[in-house]
């Protein structure tokens, strides 16, 4: 069984690797966002509260607009979703080139640019993930998934924003130009795919689009597997985000470490996130996927621990990405569950009720993680973060211990069903 599951996850396809290059291609451009507008804004007011709004610009459609997008992803041909999705980022971001080189530099211009690109990935991501299982087979699910995520942590992390702070340092505007180019090619790669990679469109009743995103949410709320990933994918973002809040704090005044030191550090988690969704596919074949993700969330709680109790900044890098490697390994199972265990026809809004959670989860972490560390100091926001991932765990094992959550007994396409 080993060899024939190592033959299918090689052999991935060339549909599926145009859909990698389109998303690896498309996270470069929101790499260079990531470093580009906090540069721009800074430009103008140095007021922190002002260039913290760049994240609630960036985090609300997903709020907002997320539960509908998946909506009409299921309404329509995935493949076309994303590649609109794409042009019309590239559209608005082209326009933003001539703003910013014509001297604009209003904050809220800003914001209302960073929503609307914001908007577009809401499509891009929630079509893409529901794309993944119509060019795979079952049992390569994983692997899929693993290098997805690691390619889009790379790009988005890596890749992406030391560009963006080369190019602004040549214009304002070049990385917005930049950006615009890397959504068109992204659109351009997703056109490449063959006609017959895109799902077969279902038939959908005449109902509102509010009616289907509410029998997406009841669809997962009635699943106990489905609903227990929810709970971990909001346990795992609202602990990131507690962690990520103050990491600047712990870095300068315990760790007395700034600019390179402070961006190593804060590398530390992506480097764990790449090098877990890399091993995610053996492990799982070696280990029970229902011991897996609930390791999963203890080994991130341990990984959060070594910061909180850390004094030197090795300490502290290795318990971020130990956390990072650990966090990984469950979110590929429950990726793969769900692309393998929900109708197609509902696909694309069981995608976006996850990606909901976990970016509205992530804010709410970070708000708790400033009154921890403000109310008993930073290294308690650590310890909160570890406790939350701790106290679900149990509920994680209740729930999936006798659970098939492998994707290819589930769709019959593994040599032992």
């Not at 024939?4 to 145009?18: D, E, H, I, Q, T």
């Not at 430009?43 to 913290?52: D, F, G, L, Q």
């Not at 990072?324 to 590929?332: D, I, K």
């Not at 990606?355 to 403000?374: D, N």
Request: hydrophobic fraction near 55%; include cysteine.
């Amino acid at each position: 069984m080993r060899v024939w599951r190592r033959a299918a996850m090689r052999r991935l396809g060339p549909s599926y690797n145009g859909l990698l290059t389109a998303y690896t291609i498309s996270n470069v451009g929101n790499g260079v966002l990531l470093a580009a507008l906090p540069l721009l804004v800074a430009t103008s007011t140095r007021n922190p509260v002002a260039i913290s709004g760049l994240m609630v610009a960036a985090g609300l459609p997903w709020l907002l607009i997320g539960p509908i997008s998946g909506a009409i992803v299921d309404r329509v041909d995935r493949r076309s979703a994303m590649v609109l999705a794409e042009v019309g980022r590239a559209a608005v971001l082209g326009a933003a080139v001539f703003y910013v080189f014509g001297g604009g530099d209003s904050i809220v211009a800003l914001y209302a640019l960073l929503f609307v690109v914001g908007v577009g990935e809401t499509f891009f991501d929630a079509a893409g993930l529901a794309l993944v299982p119509v060019l795979v087979t079952p049992v390569q699910l994983d692997t899929a998934n693993s290098r997805l995520f690691g390619a889009e942590t790379l790009a988005h992390r890596f890749v992406g924003p030391p560009l963006g702070g080369w190019l602004f340092a040549f214009a304002a505007w070049a990385p917005l130009g930049v950006d615009a180019l890397s959504f068109l090619a992204a659109a351009l790669v997703v056109l490449w795919l063959p006609k017959g990679a895109p799902r077969k469109v279902s038939e959908h009743p005449s109902r509102g689009l509010l009616a289907e995103t509410i029998e997406g949410l009841r669809w997962v709320w009635r699943d106990s597997v489905l609903r227990a990933f929810v709970v971990a994918t909001g346990v795992l973002h609202f602990a990131t985000g507690a962690a990520l809040s103050v990491l600047v704090l712990i870095a300068q005044d315990r760790f007395q470490l700034t600019g390179l030191g402070f961006g190593l550090t804060i590398s530390a988690l992506a480097v764990g996130f790449a090098l877990g969704y890399i091993a995610a596919p053996r492990v799982a074949m070696k280990f029970s996927r229902a011991k897996m993700c609930v390791t999963s969330l203890l080994g991130a709680a341990v990984g959060f621990l070594m910061v909180a109790g850390a004094s030197v900044p090795l300490i502290g890098w290795l318990g971020l990405a130990v956390a990072g490697v650990f966090a990984a390994q469950s979110a590929v199972v429950s990726i793969s569950y769900r692309q393998a265990g929900v109708p197609d026809r509902i696909l694309g809004r069981v995608m976006a009720g996850f990606l909901f959670v976990g970016h509205g989860a992530t804010p709410i972490g970070a708000l708790v993680g400033g009154l921890v560390a403000a109310w008993a100091g930073v290294g308690y926001s650590y310890v909160a973060a570890a406790l939350s991932l701790a106290v679900a765990a149990p509920y994680l094992w209740v729930v999936l211990k006798d659970a098939e959550l492998d994707p290819g007994r589930l769709l019959g396409d593994s040599p032992e069903s």
